[in-house]
T-cell receptor, first 110, second 113 residues
Framework: RKEVEQDPGPFNVPEGATVAFNCTYS??????FFWYRQDCRKEPKLLMS???SGNEDGRFTAQLNRASQYISLLIRDSKLSDSATYLC???????????FGSGTRLLVRP | DGGITQSPKYLFRKEGQNVTLSCEQN?????MYWYRQDPGQGLRLIYY???????QKGDIAEGYSVSREKKESFPLTVTSAQKNPTAFYLC????????????FGEGSRLTVL
């Protein structure tokens, strides 16, 4: 089983739609969780950190479910500019080993 | 401006040659990373270093080597032992706190001819 797994998609949604991605992780000792966004042929950029209590940043909401070992990202009112690949990142245990999921591709159509 | 500089941006090499990719950061970050990305795939961890003179293998370290003689620098050598080295290589660094944002360089595209 991979350490961090994501549905590769693509998720093809109309503008204004709500879309959710999940990311599962195998190590129950994992400590920190992040969502990154990557545009084609560019380096990834931090979208948001994921806190135990869940957190929201505008149209984006991230949640952590430690019992089931997954994190989620919800995007409301999708914009064309949200089209990108969304990568989850998990910090394994107390080391600084940071593992990326394979990414979920989102396509927002007019 | 603070950031991470990778060089070269594009590199071509013949089979059987070693090549070294440079990564320099002036963010005063302790931890540095090398990832590899293949087309349509996520990032896979090659090596990471939490402090100077110490580094750990990631999931795909075979055929690669690194050094961390200075805090600012974490070069990656792709050796001839790496079976399929053509890829996009990304260097990153992070502050060593409980949470932190990974800062990436712009990447190096290596093509083996």
């Amino acid at each position: 089983r991979k350490e961090v797994e994501q549905d590769p998609g693509p998720f093809n949604v109309p503008e204004g739609a709500t879309v959710a991605f999940n990311c599962t992780y195998s190590n129950s000792a994992s400590q920190s969780f992040f969502w990154y966004r990557q545009d084609c042929r560019k380096e990834p950029k931090l979208l948001m950190s994921v806190y135990s209590s869940g957190n929201e940043d505008g149209r984006f909401t991230a949640q952590l479910n430690r019992a089931s070992q997954y994190i989620s990202l919800l995007i409301r009112d999708s914009k064309l500019s949200d089209s990108a690949t969304y990568l989850c990142v998990v910090r394994m245990d107390s080391s600084y080993k940071l593992i990326f999921g394979s990414g979920t591709r989102l396509l927002v159509r007019p | 401006d603070g950031g991470i500089t990778q060089s070269p941006k594009y590199l071509f090499r013949k089979e059987g040659q070693n090549v070294t990719l440079s990564c320099e950061q002036n963010l005063n970050h302790d931890a540095m990373y090398w990832y590899r990305q293949d087309p349509g795939q996520g990032l896979r961890l090659i090596y990471y270093s939490q402090i100077v003179n110490d580094f750990q293998k990631g999931d795909i370290a075979e055929g690669y080597s690194v050094s961390r003689e200075k805090k600012e620098s974490f070069p990656l050598t792709v050796t001839s032992a790496q079976k399929n080295p053509t890829a996009f290589y990304l260097c990153a660094s992070i502050t060593t706190g409980d949470t932190g944002e990974l800062f990436f360089g712009e990447g190096s595209r290596l093509t083996v001819l």
